[in-house]
């Protein structure tokens, strides 16, 4: 089983980059994004508590976060790996996930992180929520998803440093220029 953690800034390209790591490797995404905007238009309870959390560029608790994952995690785990996008997002969700994996008798095989310069990232962010009409990707709410990452990022990169499971990838140039940096770290940790 592979599994990959997928860490950048919004704008980064973590969904894009797992879309491609998913049909190569077979994996499943788990992305917190994804699942927290399902529940959102399905109008679960989750997702109205969710969608106040967003609209303000805030992160969802740790909990609803965290029982969110496990759902998803069990009910595909006879996959061969996952993609975490949007998970973890802070230490104490790291240590959490590496514990299920580990009762689970699996590991984390790398963390990626996509580097970006602010600039881009805004670029892009705007352009999507020009193409996607997004509610969060407003400028504001924009300004402060990067300033939030960039608080909780290096605490996360410095967890997984420990375990000798970070790799910072250039994420910029092309959609498959940067998909050749990330598949050559991950064919190293197989």
Known sequence: MINIVMFGPPGSGKGTQAKKLIEKYDLVHLSTGDILRNEIATGTELGKKAKSFIDAGELVPDEDIKAMVL?????????????????PRTCDQARFLRHELTDRDLRINIMITLNVPKE???KRLLKRAETEERSDDSRDIIERRIEIYQNQSKTIAEFYEKMQKYVPIDGMGTVDEIFGRICDAVEATL
């Open 120 to 122: 881009e990232l805004m």
């Open 71 to 87: 759902k998803k995690f069990d009910q595909f785990s006879h996959s061969n790996g996952f993609i975490f996008d949007g998970f």
